[in-house]
């Protein structure tokens, strides 16, 4: 009997970093929208009302929410801007599986994860330094951003650079 083979074309293998990046994307948005949650309910005044990672004396939400840092201007919670952010990461991280959009989409996935490490960065500070309590949320969000900005370096910068690299490989 005579033997076919069918020959498959050339397919380069996608790396997992846009799925990785929409995942903590998410991630980063689900914590946010529980930070403001926990934002609204610390400042609505129930006297009830204890975070649950109010731990010692070192890691204490509360602190930190009823900051005047934890607000972009009264009553409106930076942790909306951090939602808002990570819905565009998850959208340009989809826009980046797709070939027409993947260049684009790196580098704004590239420009608003190094925003976002910059802001942890700065309020990590703020933490540390203005009000000397550590806010487990936030350093959870921190996480986020620094990996989202690895699995972002890690991103193929183009079509024809992947394609090299697989010719050598």
Do not use: W
Not at 37 to 43: H, L, P
Not at 147 to 162: C, G, K, N, S
Request: aromatic content about 12%; hydrophobic content about 50%.
């Amino acid at each position: 009997p005579m033997e076919t083979t069918a020959t498959l074309p050339n397919r380069t293998k996608s790396k997992p970093g846009n799925g990785i990046i929409s995942m903590l994307s998410l991630a980063g948005t689900l914590i946010s929208l529980f930070q403001t949650r926990q934002f609204f309910e610390t400042r609505s005044g129930m006297a009830a009302f204890k975070s649950f990672c109010n731990i010692g004396s070192s890691f204490d939400c509360t602190a930190i929410e009823m900051s005047p840092y934890a607000e972009l201007f009264k009553g409106f919670p930076l942790s909306v801007v951090a939602v808002a952010g990570y819905l565009t990461i998850f959208m340009l991280s989809l826009f980046a599986m797709s070939d027409a959009y993947k260049s684009a989409s790196r580098k704004f996935i590239l420009a608003f994860s190094g925003i976002a490490v910059l802001f942890s960065a700065s309020y990590l500070y703020i933490m540390i330094g203005l009000i000397g309590k550590l806010c487990l949320l936030c350093l959870c969000v921190d996480a986020v951003n620094v990996l989202l900005l690895v699995f972002a370096l890690r991103l193929p910068a183009d079509d024809e650079h992947a394609r090299s690299r697989m010719s050598f490989n």
